[in-house]
């Protein structure tokens, strides 16, 4: 390949500190022959010619009509209001006939490495929990087997902090094993801090050393122990909630907000805070919220050098507004126009009296000329710039280590949480008993798939040991004595924090007319033993044993779960034509254990967690879990369903939804967390 002529020189090129520059040849991005660009064009292109108009001022993002389409490479993102999603269906059925296998799902769980879960309220809230197992696995595995932080020889807290602020950036060399290793961690926890705002300042100050730092075993150590703290966070996410109608902020005095507390969670209007921190790194933080948490969130150096606290500041709001003037155009594109003026916060009062017109100058006036952008966003009512008290400013934790309390209470604000101080410091003190990898328990766990329960718990750093007899049809096999000795056995000995069980439920199913089980003979009619009496023993026995594990479970304080068809008898599942059906729930061995041990139960539909299928269905849990299945409790809300779970259709309704599987691994870690140690 020949060089262009504008890249040869007679001499060798150099970059600013000197050093020789190399070109070097990449394989094109994304898979394509012409990366990048070209795509781009032609998706655009194709997208206007099916009806879609390009959002003004907003790259990637189209509309047409009531829907949405947002695009990253050859990804892409549709919400539609219309019932039944005409637009993206036909829009998909266009892409399918020009591409060929375009694949999509209703209700995605995952979305550009983000995981995505939906509320009842129509909250959506995304986290990355996998890619910091991911990150975790590579670079401190220990962590992952239940080793603490503090095992492993890691920095916490105050002496955490005090090694962060201790890295300095020496002069180029040729990077060491220890130095690739702190850019390998930076590097995922740059991708992880899209998500989390709660260690941003620590990875800025990794990010401005990692290249060539002074010492790099103890930039090693600092990186890694940034990485622990993540690993210890890494469920919490990033929860907005439907737009609302959010009243304006009400000033005193000109520029003192009235009444402004982070308890009090985020608005649903577009709003925007800036700080800024003095000293050896002079450092600047924005902060902006959409809808109830965080869209935009960043902690950067200040290129050039303040003079003055109040300089600061001026920078650190001028950044800001324009990150929040680009909101306004995003909003505006969404369908929702910010049509009040925008918040901006600032705890730096010389600096607001300025900005606003409202004080003197004298001291600064050679800053005046940079005001007069912000003087004229606000007199033209784009924006209002209000006060807040440094006690209450969420960007603070973006610029300097803030006290523990501040930090979840900031960290509850971006992400949306709306709790008290007592709640979020309850939510750190969870994230922290996370850090303790849960053993998991599966009985009758069926085919291992990607997105299966044991698989969604192994991606949370888990430990998972599941029974399943077409995996290994002896060692594995609930129905051979000796199997079911060796599962009690453990769970006697606390080998494990929690067991899940599926109990084959074919021989329960309220399908098999006449029925083949009653509620006056549950475990078998007299007229069905002659040509069903092996297959009901069968049944009988997997019953009984679900018992005798639940039993155990009680007995050793483990938090249990039973997954299986409802009762129809009774209940939110009553079934007036199956009410004298008998389930596994009716058993004599369980209506013992529910007589002898504290539980609970919930109903739900497996259509609310993506399934085609309405499949009702009841989880029977220790008492002690009781609180965790409230994560469960939906009702069907659906007029009609594509499949219904009979016939050939049968075995693929017989397999959890991964939305299912996810709640079922959330559900686990509720009951187990809950309990503490």
Known sequence: MEIPTSLRGEEDMCDERGEPLIIELHTPIWGEVEAGFEWHDEFHCDLVNWGWTPCEGVPALYHHGDARLGTIVDDFLVSEDSAGGEIAERTLALMRAKYGDVTSELHPTSFYGCKLEYGADGSITISLPQKIVEAVREHVPAL?????????????????????????????????????????VTGSLKFCERVHTRFKLSVHRLSCVQAAPTDPAAAKLAAISVLAVAYDHRHEGRTWRPHTASAPRLLSGNIHVNIFDMADGAPSSLEAHGDFSNGPRQIIGELVTFNGAVVAASTKTLKSVATSTMQGELGATSRVMHLADYGRTVAQALGVPQLDPTFIGTDNEAHLLVATHTGSAKTARHLLCRYHEIVQAVQRGTFVLGHVPDAQQPADHLTKWVSKDKLEQSVAYANGWRASIAGVIEMASLAALRRRCLRVLILYAGAEHDESLAAHLRRRGHVVVAYEYIVDPIRQNLERPDVQDEVIEDLGARHYDAVFTETPCSSFSVAQEPAIRTLTEPEGTAASWEHWGQYLERGNRHARFTARVCATASAAKIPWFVENPPARSHGSAYWRAKAQHATLFDQPCMRALVAAWPTAHVNFAQCEFGSPFQKLTTVLASGGAAASLVLLRRQCTHTSHTSTALGEDSARAAVYPPALNSAFADVIERACFGQGE
């Open 144 to 184: 992952l087997d239940g080793k603490t932080p503090k095992q492993l020889g890691l920095l916490t807290g105050i002496k955490l902090q005090q090694a962060l602020d201790s890295l300095e950036l020496g002069p180029p060399r040729k990077a060491c094993a220890d130095t690739t290793s702190t850019q390998s």
